[in-house]
């Protein structure tokens, strides 16, 4: 017996005996992941977290400005388009190599658009590509010469451009491809800033800096990605010196940040807008005055302060304001005012009618959704709308809302994060979007204006032109109010104080080229 | 579980015993596998729409479903399923585009270095405190036993593990508050200790309380026997008579509870495993189920049930070694 204790005794200091943690080496970022990445390949991913590690691998045509939504050139040096909009021809940019050592030349883009479009392809069946349909207005794709590509459109497509800086138009490593196959992903080759050293599976991914970068190299040696799922355990990894950025930080930890000076806060809002849907095709939403008083009677601003403690702001429209150049400005949000909110309803002859309203309980880009349905069923139910929730897992939830919420719910809460202003008012405010139709407009909102500007800011190729149509939009569509238009989310991550040139972009990528960490 | 009779004595029957076990266990897990692919078709929501999120249109599902190969009727992916289990194949992941067998034997072996640990921490802590309350039975350290014993079964493991990486990891910074080597450089053996310390004794309080308190229990039945009192009586010393002769007849109640024991400490690193992030298979199938990733979940169901039945049937052999009654 004395034996064993002394033996349990031994493992015992032994562990406590190793060296205690060391802080993470200079030069080398470790980034605090909330999941295993699925795979290396762009074009097979669908999840922010994966393009936390793919936009510093691989670049794409183009890519967004610092700090906007606007798209400048990358690959491409430049680009023309055809006055009718259905031919864009690039420019590429020369004496650049992937990172296995094969040319990137006009045939490799070529390539790339081919493995995800066209199904007798060599290597489609690398895939699946989940997101291929964003270029799926894509006719062919030629290498006029080595460095100019040309893509024909099926018809005219607006978002065509900022949909090749999106990570699904990343350009990956043809050579790469052809030699390992479907685990490509595992064994990814770009042209980007950091090159792809070494993928432990559930501990780390590792991407070196890449010395002979196009757009000079970066200051770090290594980064560092772990995945730690569990939001208090990657807090208590951070606050223990073992991650020098985590990105997603609840609202209740970022208190505890922002006063320690060993670590600075970051915010920054993105496309991305929480609302809730309407049923606008039976029951009492189908009036829009009923809509308007729903709107009029969610304090919204409460939300956002007390639930969100600040992580967001209130929402005024459709389009989130981080499209600078497409939002309107002169939008603001309907008012937290109960008495106007019971004025519509009287007036709408609203009689106390039972209101069904779907809340998730999480989700990508969902927020607190839990706590922020019951705060909305008090807010309503206190200017005399019933509400009863029903509360649904992630995809059960997408399950019911996505075909159409006829027969079954009034409301449903709702959150989008898109890379282009067209995309979210095109999938779910069109006519052509309802559900039957195969888009996401579940609650049955129908105004041929808004279809008509939709349409046509979708066939312009003019900036300032789609920026006015989509001004338009959203004054209509903030007036017909199909939604409830409630916050749109600030994204957030905690640095060390010794990271630095650290920002975070709207686009909500993490884009660490010029991040340093010298000690 | 029974152990049939074994008859006549020797090596072979125990062999023919266990052969007969894992016999009878084939049909069992394959009865499993049958459940979990139906209850995974049952659970709304597919493997599409929680790869497609926001873009699950019904057109860009149907596409991906094709792709994925789910378009086939049900029991036809079962047996496409089979066909490829029997050829070793458990398939190719959708969520992580790796294959399941690599995950799933990753993710088993951490879950058993976590779970192995934790079974031989709570059995050798469980056995000794058991033991010296039951010596020294009403005495101060039976008390103090008792009490902390009880603390131990009471607390949510979860929320203990939280408790121990803000002590040992964020104050203290003895202890790594996650993961299973260090990030860079370890790797080594003593790495590997330093990051099991904390999960492992999380891992092990609970059952750890409850073998303490059936050790004692037993020990005090066995203490009351008459042939203790002879053996007393012969002039034995007492240190002879509780560990050579009331210890190994007490065991022979424990180690089954010490075998069930083993199934609470696995179905337990599925908590354990999140908080510490210990990549093992209790956190994947966590996340495999809620992305309705049917082959992982399979091959993960499939690899923890068929330890279970090991370990049940290891605690069955072990008994029967111990208690010649029983054979």
Redesign the interface.
């Known amino acids: 017996m004395k034996r064993l204790l002394a033996a349990a005794l031994t493992v015992a200091s032994l562990a406590l005996a190793s060296p205690s943690l060391a802080q993470t080496p200079p030069n080398v970022l470790v980034v605090g992941q909330i999941a295993e990445p699925k795979s290396l390949d762009p074009h097979a991913v669908t999840a922010v977290n994966d393009f936390r590690i793919l936009m510093n691998v691989y670049d794409g045509l183009v890519r967004y400005k610092d700090g906007t939504l606007e798209v400048e050139p990358a690959l491409a040096e430049s680009w023309d388009i055809s006055d009718d909009g259905t031919v864009y021809t690039f420019k590429l940019r020369e004496g650049v190599t992937f990172h296995d050592g094969s040319p990137f030349n006009a045939e490799a883009v070529r390539f790339n658009f081919d493995r995800m479009l066209d199904e007798e392809h060599p290597y489609y069946d690398t895939g699946p590509f989940p997101l291929s349909f964003f270029f799926s207005s894509i006719d062919t794709v030629t290498a006029v010469d080595d460095s100019i590509v040309e893509f024909k459109l099926k018809e005219p497509y607006a978002p065509f451009l900022s949909n090749l800086a999106y990570p699904t138009g990343l350009i990956v490593s043809p050579a790469a491809v052809e030699q390992h196959g479907t685990e490509f992903g595992r064994n990814p080759s770009g042209t980007g800033a950091y090159k792809f050293a070494e993928w432990e599976a559930n501990a780390k991914v590792v991407v070196t800096g890449n010395a002979d970068y196009w757009d000079g190299p970066p200051a770090l040696e290594a980064v560092i990605y772990r995945p730690i799922t569990d939001a208090n355990t990657r807090i208590a990894e951070m606050l223990s010196g073992g991650l020098d950025i985590m990105v997603e930080v609840p609202p209740d930890s970022l208190q505890q940040f922002r006063t320690d000076d060993q670590f600075v806060v970051h915010e920054q809002a993105g496309p991305h807008v929480w609302f809730l849907i309407l049923n606008a095709k039976e029951g009492p939403f189908a009036n829009k005055a009923v809509r308007q008083a729903a709107n009029y009677a969610v304090n919204k601003s409460a939300l956002v302060e007390n639930i969100l403690q600040g992580t967001a702001e209130v929402a005024a429209g459709p389009t989130p304001p981080a499209f600078a150049w497409a939002y309107n400005e002169g939008l603001e949000p309907y008012p937290y005012d109960p008495d106007k909110a019971r004025e519509l309803l009287a007036e709408a002859g609203y009689d106390g009618e039972e209101l069904t309203f779907y809340v998730t309980e999480g989700g990508s880009g969902m927020l607190d959704p839990i706590a922020m349905g019951t705060a909305i069923q008090a807010d309503l139910e206190a200017v005399g709308m019933d509400v009863s929730i029903e509360t649904y897992e992630w995809n059960t939830f997408l399950g019911k809302v996505n075909p159409g919420l006829e027969g079954k719910a009034d409301m449903a809460e709702m959150a989008w994060m898109t890379n282009d202003p067209d995309t979210l008012p095109f999938l779910a405010l069109r006519t052509e979007a309802w559900p039957d139709k195969g888009g996401f407009n579940s609650g049955y909102y129908s105004n041929p204006k808004v279809d008509e500007l939709l349409e046509a800011a979708r066939r312009s190729t003019d900036q300032d032109e789609r920026a006015r149509l989509y001004q338009e939009m959203q004054e209509i569509v903030q007036e017909d109010a199909p939604w409830v238009f409630v916050a749109n989310w600030k994204q957030n991550a905690v640095t060390k104080a010794s990271v630095e040139n650290f920002k975070l972009q709207p686009s909500f990528f993490l884009m660490l080229q010029d991040v340093a960490k010298p000690q | 579980m029974p152990a049939g009779p074994l008859e006549p004595r020797g090596k072979s029957t125990v062999t023919a015993y266990i052969a007969k076990r894992l016999l009878a266990a084939v049909p069992v897990l394959f009865g499993l596998t049958i459940i979990v692919f139906l209850i995974m078709a049952m ?4 493997p ?13 599902v149907e596409r ?1 479903n094709r ?2 190969g789910l378009d086939q009727p049900l029991f036809q992916q079962y047996f496409i399923w089979v066909g490829n289990l029997l050829q070793g194949d458990l398939g190719r992941s959708y ?4 294959p399941v067998l ?2 799933v034997m ?2 088993f072996s ?1 879950t058993l270095i976590l779970a192995g640990t934790a079974l031989i ?1 709570c059995s ?2 469980g056995l ?1 405190a058991g ?1 010296v309350s039951a010596v020294r039975q009403f005495s101060w350290v039976d008390k103090a036993v008792t009490f902390i014993v009880l603390i131990g079964i009471s607390v949510p493991s979860f929320w203990l593990g ?1 408790l121990l ?2 002590v040992f ?2 104050n203290l ?12 450089g370890g790797g080594d053996l ?2 590997l ?2 990051h ?2 904390l999960p492992a004794i999380t891992l092990a309080v609970v059952a750890t309380g409850v073998i303490a308190r059936l050790t004692r229990t037993a020990m005090l039945e066995v203490l009351r026997q008459d042939y203790i009192r002879t053996a007393r009586a012969k002039g034995l010393t007492e240190r002879r008579v509780i ?1 050579r002769h009331a210890f190994k007849a007490a065991m022979v109640t424990v180690i089954p509870v010490i075998g069930i024991q083993a199934g609470f400490v696995l179905g337990g690193a599925v908590y354990i495993e ?4 210990w ?1 093992g298979i209790g ?1 994947m199938l966590v ?1 495999a189920i ?3 990733d049917l082959l992982l979940v399979q091959g993960g169901v499939l690899v923890v049930a068929a330890a279970y039945v090991l370990f049940n049937l290891a605690a069955d052999v072990a008994q029967t070694v111990l208690d010649p009654r029983l054979r």
Request: without cysteine; negative net charge.
């Open positions: 659970i709304p929501g597919d599409a729409i929680a790869i497609l999120g926001s873009y699950a249109t019904p057109e860009n991906l792709q994925l969520t992580l585009n790796r690599d995950e990753e993710r951490a921490l050798v802590f000794i033991v939280l990486i803000l990891a964020v910074q003895w202890f790594p508050a996650s993961g299973m080597f260090a990030i860079y003593p790495d200790l330093h099991l310390f560990y999140t908080v510490f992030q990549p956190s996340k809620s992305t309705r």
